[in-house]
T-cell receptor, first 116, second 112 residues
Framework: DTGVSQDPRHKITKRGQNVTFRCDPI?????LYWYRQTLGQGPEFLTY????????KSRLLSDRFSAERPKGSFSTLEIQRTEQGDSAMYLC??????????????FGPGTRLTVL | LAKTTQPISMDSYEGQEVNITCSHN???????ITWYQQFPSQGPRFIIQ???TKVTNEVASLFIPADRKSSTLSLPRVSLSDTAVYYC?????????????FGSGTRLSIRP
């Protein structure tokens, strides 16, 4: 257990539905990252927060995806109008502000999304 | 953006030393080399990070030659629990988060 929690662990939804995932980072970590991972591939960067500010978003991130970190603590990732191609593991990670984004990241267990 | 190349898979036996090499021919001066380990149905876990020569911690050693165009993660006396995917990442400490690329990793299988 890294101290990063994600909820739910599994989500099955029908195409076209909206889903929201939550990530609770390690409390003293200012940075929070969202990744997506499909079978056989490494995690793919989606977006990144420093405190409550969303500093980076992947160019691959569809406008159906939105993320928030309203108080600089937990974060949510919402996918609207889900598609079957959204089926993946969604990983959250957090890190200390010192050392930059390439500093050690602590990952949560992920949320596995299946879109039927 | 430094691209990394790793073997897709490796096999070894319990008690052996395992060395996983990562190629990063166009590594930049400010780039560090970082390795993560990932077990099935879990998020990746940081193993080790280095810039040059040798770094050792309680889990692994990282060997980086003088030209820094490759690096080798060394796992001493592996056990079945070391079966996992290992990712080599290259990037500057303060690089853009979107430039930290995991790639497909090396799938290490340890046999009894």
């Amino acid at each position: 257990d890294t101290g990063v929690s994600q909820d739910p662990r599994h989500k099955i939804t029908k195409r076209g539905q909206n889903v929201t995932f939550r990530c609770d980072p390690i409390s003293e970590h200012n940075r929070l990252y969202w990744y997506r991972q499909t079978l056989g591939q490494g995690p793919e960067f989606l977006t990144y927060f420093q405190n409550e500010a969303q500093l980076e978003k992947s160019r691959l991130l569809s406008d159906r995806f939105s993320a928030e970190r309203p108080k600089g603590s937990f974060s949510t990732l919402e996918i609207q109008r889900t598609e079957q191609g959204d089926s993946a593991m969604y990983l959250c990670a957090s890190s200390l502000i010192s050392g930059g984004p390439n500093n050690e990241q602590f990952f949560g267990p992920g949320t596995r999304l299946t879109v039927l | 953006l430094a691209k990394t190349t790793q073997p897709i898979s490796m096999d070894s036996y319990e008690g052996q030393e395992v060395n996983i090499t990562c190629s990063h021919n166009n590594i930049a001066t400010n780039d560090y080399i970082t390795w993560y380990q990932q077990f099935p149905s879990q998020g990746p876990r940081f193993i080790i990070q280095g810039y040059k020569t040798k770094v050792t911690n309680e889990v692994a050693s990282l060997f980086i030659p003088a030209d820094r165009k490759s690096s080798t993660l060394s796992l001493p006396r592996v056990s079945l629990s070391d079966t996992a995917v290992y990712y080599c990442l290259v990037g500057a400490r303060y690089s853009s988060a979107s430039k930290i690329i995991f790639g497909s990793g090396t799938r290490l299988s340890i046999r009894p």
